[in-house]
């Protein structure tokens, strides 16, 4: 747990550029450079680490262009709401310009661009990997994009996003612990399930995907949860709906397993649930069988179930 500061307006006018590419470099961000060359970067950067090593870092700053490729951190995703100027981010070639209230994410290690045009201000995520598990966000099927504020779900997580960066100076990163878990929930139903039109060959087969993860998230407590249950609800065959998860890079058994694993992985670290068992939270989510839960368990995050719990409660206490 830990915040940092940076104001440019502290330091004489030739340390500042170096000053800013350092706490970029912080961030881990790659190279940055002022939209007007005869003028100096002039910025803000405020930035709070939870137990989890979750960072929020509200920047504020000149024009400026943010480009190339950060390879110094493992594979997770970063987000950025804009909360004031025209911004953009370039990639491939293409263009997505951004609005406020839009939000920007992009997984690490690619070559891009995020340009801001005018004075600007946006709130940047950036999420550890042990709380993105690559097999929970395949890699290969999240683009850099973003999330219109015009959708009202994305509205509703734009909105509590800028309420924090309104406030980080008077947060205590302890408390954000259930905005990690909003984080980890939000990034999984929604990044996993924007993969790319073109492999699952259509639209249509696509968004029928969504609907299937979304009927399996909203009911992975139940134990009984199977292949031709969903398959039937939909009207379509066994084989289409492991077709749709063999195109995501899954399979139907890997993700409920993995989606209950998160789950429980999130329960496990939440002092609210401390009452409850380790048992007691794996059948809570569909679990049948705690010895199981515990290998799985292991074999995917690398540590088990109680050591995990641990290793939380010890983060919290210091």
């Avoid at 905005?179 to 929930?185: D, G, K, P, R, T």
């Avoid at 069988?289 to 939380?312: E, I, M």
Wanted: aromatic share 8%; hydrophobic share 35%; with cysteine.
């Amino acid at each position: 747990m830990k915040s940092w500061n940076v104001s440019t307006d502290r330091h004489p006018a030739l340390e500042r550029a170096q000053l800013w590419q350092r706490a970029m470099n912080q961030l881990h961000m790659p190279a940055c450079r002022s939209r007007d060359s005869e003028k100096l970067i002039e910025g803000d950067i405020y930035c709070i680490t939870t137990p989890s090593n979750v960072e929020f870092a509200r920047i504020k700053g000149s024009p400026l262009e943010i480009s190339g490729q950060s390879t110094e951190q493992p594979y997770t995703i970063w987000l950025a709401l804009i909360i004031a100027g025209q911004v953009s981010i370039k990639y491939k070639g293409l263009k997505l310009p951004a609005k406020a209230g839009d939000i920007v994410y992009a997984p690490t290690g690619l070559d891009m661009s995020l340009t801001a045009e005018s004075d600007f201000q946006m709130l940047y995520i950036r999420i550890p990997p042990d709380l993105v598990h690559a097999r929970l966000l395949n890699p290969s099927l999240i683009d850099v994009g973003y999330l219109s504020c015009e959708n009202g779900m994305n509205r509703v997580f734009s909105d509590t996003l800028h309420s924090i960066s309104d406030n980080l100076e008077n947060i205590d990163p302890t408390s954000l612990r259930p905005i990690e878990i909003v984080l980890s929930e939000y990034l999984i139903t929604t990044l996993m399930q924007q993969g790319k039109v073109q492999d699952f060959g259509g639209t249509a087969k696509m968004l029928h995907f969504k609907q299937i993860c979304q009927v399996i998230d909203a009911r992975l407590a139940d134990p009984e949860l199977n292949l031709a249950q969903i398959a039937d609800e939909h009207h379509v065959s066994s084989r289409y709906v492991q077709k749709l998860f063999e195109v995501s890079g899954s399979s139907f058994a890997s993700y409920i397993r993995v989606r209950r694993l998160e789950r429980c992985r999130c329960e496990l670290s939440n002092p609210e649930y401390r009452h409850l068992s380790v048992s007691d939270i794996c059948f809570r989510w569909g679990f049948n069988d705690a010895a199981h839960f515990s290998r799985v368990f292991r074999n995917t995050f690398g540590v088990t179930p109680r050591d995990y719990r641990r290793q939380k409660e010890s983060r919290l206490a210091g």
